[in-house]
């Protein structure tokens, strides 16, 4: 499927959220693909699924599945439909695309520029008979796998971590708003599904400390020690859902270049509950891991947005 | 004595069915490069992220025109790249 899917193939991917109601070219062609299948979107409603179709707009195949063998399936059977297609529809350069115009600015999103793009992936873990952390397991399907999301920073705030004149042995805390935005926006359980984020008063403790380890002309480098408490009610033993977190991490700064080299923040600790869109969690407390990573942003899937970012406003906190 | 042990049983009961407060530990330094791995997706669980996938439909659309290539779209609510 790797094989299929990378060379015969133009491999793209999408979030129907924003494809479904973007008005511009992009979203025009979208729908004009999709209304060929069975899902037409009526009344707003997703058209999510698995697309084959041409450049020019002809859908070969559609189904609405994730089993690989199904998938495959679907691939092979649209290729096999676009290898009969004339040679003015499929020969390169028969069809002529120009540019998309103007995006939507309401369902498009961009990395903020020379701003940071992290890795963030999240984890069900449990507990081995000495206490170790091992990989946890669970009904669903895929919920034992890791899943992905982003996390963006503007240029502005991964600036304000690294304070002028700082020296071994100083302690800062982490910006606020930067803090915020880890907290109701990835301290989350996407394993199963899209997640509910954390409003601002379920944040019941966010507690970020940067403490300098190292500053000098050729390196900076700061570690991260924290404590988070999300929680659904003020008093956690009573909330449905909630995550009580600690945080470690390391930030490494290359002053010559002025580029961050490392940005990895490990939060480790036990979640409950579930939500509308992402049922079969496992009963009670339970270990849940979640890593950030610097992405180096050189591939076009590191600029698919955060999830929160579809209130892009509310996720930048303006 | 009956009354006692129904009660404690039940209480044992509801204590199971609660979450139980348990705060978390400090995460060791020494472990962390461990934990971190083991919350990354590995190898075998990352087969599909090999394929080069575009971020935008529009810019897939050119480079199927131009390379004479059908275009694989996989679209889901909640981006298949950046949730779940």
Not at chain 1, 73 to 90: F, N, Q, T
Not at chain 2, 16 to 33: D, E, S, T
Request: include cysteine; aromatic fraction near 8%.
């Amino acid at each position: 499927m790797v094989k299929l899917a990378s060379e015969d193939f133009i491999p793209v991917t999408g979030d129907d959220w924003y494809q479904r109601r973007r008005e511009d070219a992009e979203g025009e062609f979208f729908r004009k693909v999709a209304d060929q299948g069975p899902r037409k979107g009526a009344g707003g409603g997703t058209r999510q699924g698995i697309y084959c179709f041409t450049a020019a707009g002809k859908l070969l195949a559609y189904k609405n599945a994730q089993d690989a063998d199904v998938m495959r399936e679907v691939v092979e059977r649209a290729l096999a439909d676009w290898k009969k297609l004339p040679a003015d529809e499929r020969d390169p350069g028969a069809v002529k695309v120009g540019d998309a115009g103007k995006p939507d600015k309401r369902y498009h999103r961009a990395p903020p520029a020379d701003g940071l793009i992290l890795n963030v992936y999240t984890r069900i873990l449990e507990r081995d008979g000495k206490g170790d952390y091992r990989k946890g397991s669970c009904d669903t399907a895929g919920g034992d796998l890791s899943a992905r999301d982003h996390l963006w920073l503007t240029k502005g705030e991964w600036q304000a971590l690294l304070p002028k004149d700082v020296k071994a042995g100083d302690h800062f805390a982490m910006p606020a708003a930067v803090a915020q935005r880890i907290t109701r926006y990835h301290l989350v359980d996407d394993t199963r599904g899209e997640p509910p984020f954390w409003s601002a008063e379920q944040v019941r403790k966010a507690e970020m400390r940067w403490t300098v380890e190292e500053a000098t002309a050729a390196t900076v480098r700061l570690r991260l020690d924290g404590e988070a408490l999300l929680a659904t009610d003020a008093d956690p033993k009573k909330a449905e859902r909630g995550y009580e977190a600690r945080l470690l991490g390391y930030l490494e700064y290359d002053p010559a270049k002025k580029v961050v080299t490392r940005f990895d923040v490990l939060a480790l600790g036990d979640h409950w509950g579930e939500s509308e869109l992402t049922r079969g969690a496992r009963a009670g407390r339970q270990p849940l891991g979640v890593a950030f990573a610097l992405s180096k942003g050189d591939k076009p899937a590191d600029t698919v947005p955060p999830q929160a970012a579809r209130d892009f406003g509310a996720y930048l906190g303006k | 004595m009956f009354r006692t042990r129904l009660t404690l049983a039940v209480g044992a009961l509801v204590c199971l069915a609660l979450p139980v407060a348990r705060p978390a530990p400090p995460i060791a330094v020494n472990q962390f490069l461990e934990l971190q791995a083991l919350v990354k997706p590995n190898k075998s669980e990352d087969k599909w992220a090999e394929i080069p996938w575009q971020a935008s439909l529009w810019e897939a659309r050119k480079q199927a025109a131009a390379q004479g290539k059908p275009i694989l779209l996989w679209e889901m609510d909640g981006h298949p790249l950046g949730c779940t």
